[in-house]
């Protein structure tokens, strides 16, 4: 990375906030066996590690999400591009993706697994654009909420690249 990125979280920052959405999801979901979404591709590294956080057993199934039509952003859809392989019937489900922007992505799948009659279903993200939003979706487990900036790291590109950095980079964009 070059002078035109600015580290917005360093590698023990996310390690600690990651932590701390492992333990509050271990306590709320004592007892059961919740299924992580991740939503690929950007969501592999902080699904990753928030599996490994926590101290109750959990199932992992992955989803490939793409929008498409609309020209303008509040008549875009999502489509699934790779469907889960586990029957969320019943289950308790967490999806969980790196980062929501205007809460689109997060809003139709929880729509879409929510018709296949899970236990329960919510969502996970580690970064919040908060002010980008355009529907109104629930985060149940929020990390750290960040201005309209892009960013990239921790498995978030920019055109594919910049997933391997270790840490959270805002992309100056001058
Ligand atoms: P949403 O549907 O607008 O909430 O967009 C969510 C998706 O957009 C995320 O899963 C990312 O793939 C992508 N995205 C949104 N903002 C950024 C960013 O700042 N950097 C990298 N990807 C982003
Ligand atoms: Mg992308």
């Known amino acids: 990375m070059d002078e035109s990125h600015e580290i917005l979280f ?17 306590a709320d979901y004592a007892g059961k066996e919740p299924v992580l979404v991740c939503i690929l591709k ?3 590294i902080f ?3 928030l599996m490994r956080g926590l101290t109750i057993p959990s199932v992992i199934d992955f989803v490939r999400a793409a929008s498409y039509g609309g020209s303008t952003t ?3 859809s999502i489509t699934i591009e790779q469907d889960l392989q586990i029957d969320i ?6 999806l969980v993706d790196t980062i929501i922007d205007t809460g689109r992505t997060m809003d139709q799948l929880l729509r879409k697994f929510g018709a296949r009659g899970p236990a329960s279903i919510k ?3 580690l ?12 985060v149940a487990y929020r990390g750290f909420e960040i201005p309209d900036v892009f960013v990239v ?6 055109a594919e690249k910049f997933r391997n950095l270790p840490y959270i980079a805002a992309l100056k964009t001058d």
Do not use: F, P, W
């Open 42 to 44: 950007g969501a592999m």
């Open 89 to 94: 019937r019943d289950r308790h489900v967490l």
């Open 123 to 125: 969502a996970v993200a």
């Open 153 to 158: 790291g921790y498995g978030m590109d920019c």
């Open 47 to 49: 699904t990753a590690d």
């Open 74 to 76: 509040s008549s875009k």
């Open 10 to 26: 360093d590698e023990q920052t996310i390690a600690n906030k990651v932590e701390e959405l492992a333990s509050r999801i271990s």
């Open 127 to 138: 970064l919040d654009k908060k002010s980008r939003r355009v529907v109104d979706v629930a």
